[in-house]
């Protein structure tokens, strides 16, 4: 029901997946890396604007029948895809406001630590805590 | 008290008139325990064997005392199987934490722990819970009995050994976990060990020569060494903490370990109050040959405000983790409570302080005056730090102290930045809260003014300001206000500001300013990065150093602070004596310029508006034409 991912700029190779449940996995991983292109496309169009903290949230980047996803893009060119469930109606788009801002931050904080490069795989406890933490906030 | 029944094990012991029941496993170890104390079939157990076997309970003296009196045996003269089972329970029981009374050996307890002497190292006593436990008490047991019988030499070549795993007890063993945790080969930190490790030693050996008394022979940790040594206070906080940490706290930090991690600090960075930073920190730990998954984890766990660098807590929590895992046990998945920098850094006062009792602990000495002031002004700071006013007596106050203090005069307001910067930082809002406004930030002064407008009424930053003195930079503002009108909104009048000419009495409000929104609770932490950034760049002038450092906005508000801290403090203490009075006149001054300069402003931008409004006329005039010519040259519409 809902899937969050991370992917870094160059390659956009993925540095962290997790899916809550967990079957129809697959199905969740080709949804986020098609919406990766419609990621790049917002990116490409914002171009010149500065970045704000408030545009790095680039919204419902699309929505299909079952799903929506969202995107949300930090200053380094990393992206965060989030997909939910679209029969979830409770969620709300100050929720997935935060909950991205609480991926960012974690995630700054995984940055913090001098024994991680980026570009690695997020192997973090504290990392895996918060995200689940909050996917099962959500569903 | 009354004798169990003599010969053969008995299923209950009685004790004072009540009957204490023993398991069937408590029974079989009791039993073997006796046997060994006495092994021609006697009725009672040899002094000194019992008296080893006590020892090797790793329990201060007072407590084997006590037990000896409960049990009965100094009554009686002798360890009967009665006292001795008796004795066995108790020793379970200090050794759980119980206090030593009949009472508490009435419930089940876990068997009794003794160490492995050095003739017996395959015989493991305990449960195998405590498995771990027993790993780090053996090397501790085989050097305490190196160590009765090597007085002369002291314990000099101790430190010298690597340290193998600790499971191997040969002579040339590793020193304890407790003592010398792990040298990964940092050579120098060795020389400093010994001359700290060897006179403690030197200082436990005349204990150990009386004789006699089975005080005297019961085994003293340094710990407890150095209890016996100075007043009572320390043993009493040191059995919790020394029986804690080999019962079941291996998180705990002693007195030695602590030593250890603070000389290693040093030697990465000698200001003690300052930070290690990451790159160093992996450097140093890397040579731990951990891998770096596992580094990695600890460095989240000991990082806890997560930024990037260690502080002295952390730094020896994070070095403790390291040895802990060297020795065998797993990582927590979070941060135990002994090892939190709030725990470590209370409780390095009092340690310290003691210490300085020792001769051997000179060393420490010299670092533990600016660990005290340190803490102790953490707490006053930390107390004021909300309430802005006060900060500005704390500091004038600080100032003073500084010159009458005793030592580390210009220490003092580095370490006060550093508090005020690090006790800003432990708020637990301010954990994620300021970071984010820092890395979000952009260098741009058009964002700055966006995210002063964001908050709720820019008017109140005046009103933060306490009604001080205020000015306007006139020319800053059209230009933002051009900027702004283009991109379409009109930005907030920038905060009330000192004025140019009175800059020396302004300089240290506005500086105070900057200081206390530093310390303001993190909800407003973006207002403030904006208000001074806003603050700085109105005062170009005046304030050259200041804004070069504003400039990279990206770095981290320590350098930021450093210099305005450093000419805040200067300045109040050039002017210590200023008068209120005077103060309060030039600000109402300062703010009547303020108010009429913001009234200008304000025609300035009525009058841009309207002029703005007649374009906008003129364009939908134009418009509207258009589109009637329009109108009339399409052919007729279609249906």
């Known amino acids: 029901m809902e899937t969050g ?84 109606t409770a969620l709300r788009d100050n929720e997935i406001r935060s909950m991205f801002r609480k991926l960012h931050n974690s995630y700054t904080d995984i940055m913090c630590n001098p024994f991680y490069n980026p570009g690695d795989r997020i192997h973090s406890r504290a990392f895996d805590n918060m995200v689940n933490s909050m996917m099962m906030q959500v569903c | 008290m009354e004798q169990g029944p003599a010969g053969g094990p008995a299923a209950a012991v009685a004790a004072a008139g009540v009957l204490v029941p023993l398991s069937e496993s408590e029974q079989q170890r009791y039993s073997e325990l006796f046997s060994r104390c006495c092994p021609p079939p006697e009725a009672a157990a040899g002094g000194s064997s019992v008296g080893e076997l006590f020892r090797a309970s790793q329990l201060p003296p007072d407590t084997l005392h006590q037990i000896t009196e409960v049990c009965g045996a100094k009554r009686v003269g002798y360890f ?46 305990g449960t195998p819970a405590e498995l771990h436990g027993v790993k780090f008490q053996t090397p501790h047991a085989t050097l305490e009995k190196n160590s009765y019988k090597r007085t002369d030499e002291g314990d000099k070549q101790e430190p010298k050994s690597p340290p193998m795993s600790p499971i191997c007890s040969p002579p040339a063993s590793p020193s304890t976990y407790q003592r010398i945790p792990l040298t990964y080969g940092y050579g120098k930190s060795r020389s400093g060990l010994e001359q700290q490790h060897g006179a403690p030693y030197e200082v436990r050996h005349p204990t150990h020569q009386q004789d006699g008394s089975s005080s005297g022979n019961y085994g003293a940790k340094p710990a407890l060494a150095c209890s016996t040594l100075s007043r009572s206070l320390s043993v009493e906080r040191e059995q919790p903490d020394s029986s804690a ?27 003690l109050n300052s930070f290690i930073s990451g790159s160093v920190a992996k450097n140093f730990f890397t040579k731990s040959k951990l891998p770096i998954p596992e580094l990695s984890h600890i460095w989240e766990l000991s990082d806890v405000d997560c930024d990037g660098a260690l502080t002295l807590p952390e730094f020896c929590a994070a070095f403790h983790l390291v040895v802990a895992r060297k ?50 002004m953490e707490k006053t700071s930390a107390e004021e730090v909300s309430d802005n006013s006060a900060l500005i007596k704390d500091m004038s106050k600080d100032d003073k102290q500084a010159p009458k203090g005793s030592s580390a005069v210009k220490a003092i307001p580095k370490e006060f930045q550093h508090l005020t910067v690090k006790t800003a930082a432990q708020e637990p809002h301010a954990l994620k809260a300021r970071p ?204």
């Open chain 2, 436 to 639: 984010r406004s820092r890395s979000y930030s952009s260098t741009s002064i058009e964002d700055a003014m966006k995210k002063g407008e964001e908050p709720p009424t820019p008017p109140p930053r005046p009103q933060k300001s306490h009604s001080r003195a205020s000015s306007l930079d006139l020319n800053k503002i059209f230009q933002q206000n051009t900027q702004a009108v283009r991109s379409g909104w009109l930005p907030p009048p920038p905060p009330a500001l000192p004025p140019r000419p009175s800059v020396s009495q302004t300089e240290q409000v506005s500086e105070v300013e900057l200081h206390a929104q530093m310390n303001r609770p993190p909800s407003q932490t973006e207002e403030n990065s904006s208000a001074k950034k806003e603050v700085v760049l109105a005062q170009p002038p005046s304030k050259p150093a200041r804004r070069k450092l504003r400039t990279e906005v990206q770095g981290l508000e320590t350098p930021e602070l450093s210099p305005t801290i450093n000419v805040t403090s200067s300045l109040p203490a050039a002017k210590s004596h200023l008068p209120v009075q005077k103060q309060s006149s030039k600000q109402k001054r300062a703010i009547q310029t303020a108010i009429r300069k913001n009234k200008e402003a304000n025609a300035v931008l009525a009058r841009l508006n309207s002029e703005l409004q007649q374009q906008l006329k003129e364009v939908h005039k134009e418009r509207i034409a258009l589109e009637t010519q329009l109108e009339q040259l399409r052919p007729v519409t279609v249906l």
């Open chain 2, 80 to 125: 009967g199987p009665a006292q001795f089972y008796i004795a066995l329970k108790l020793i379970a029981a200090a050794q759980s934490g119980f206090p030593v009374r009949i009472e508490s050996i009435k419930n089940e307890l876990p068997l009794p722990r003794f160490m492995a002497l050095k003739n017996d190292s395959e015989v493991r006593y």
């Open chain 1, 5 to 88: 991912i991370i992917c870094h700029r160059p390659q956009n190779y993925p540095l962290y997946i997790r899916s809550v449940p967990t079957e129809n996995e697959l199905k969740f991983h080709y949804t986020v890396h098609t919406s990766l292109d419609v990621v790049d496309e917002k990116i490409s169009a914002m171009g010149k604007a500065m970045v704000d903290q408030r545009e790095l949230y680039l919204g419902l980047l699309y929505p299909t029948e079952d799903y929506k996803v969202y995107g949300y893009v930090t200053n380094s060119k990393v992206k965060f895809v989030m997909v939910v469930d679209s029969s979830n």
């Open chain 2, 327 to 376: 020795n065998g046990y797993q990582l927590p998945e979070t941060l135990p409570e002994t090892l939190l920098p709030d725990y470590l850094q209370a409780a390095s006062l009092k340690p310290l302080r003691e210490c300085a009792l020792f001769d051997s602990y000179s060393e420490p000495l010299p670092g533990s005056q600016p660990t005290r002031d340190f803490s102790r």
């Open chain 2, 245 to 271: 940490h080999y019962s079941d706290d291996p998180w705990r930090i002693t007195e030695e370990q602590r030593d250890y991690y603070v000389n290693q600090f040093k030697s990465l960075q000698p200001d």
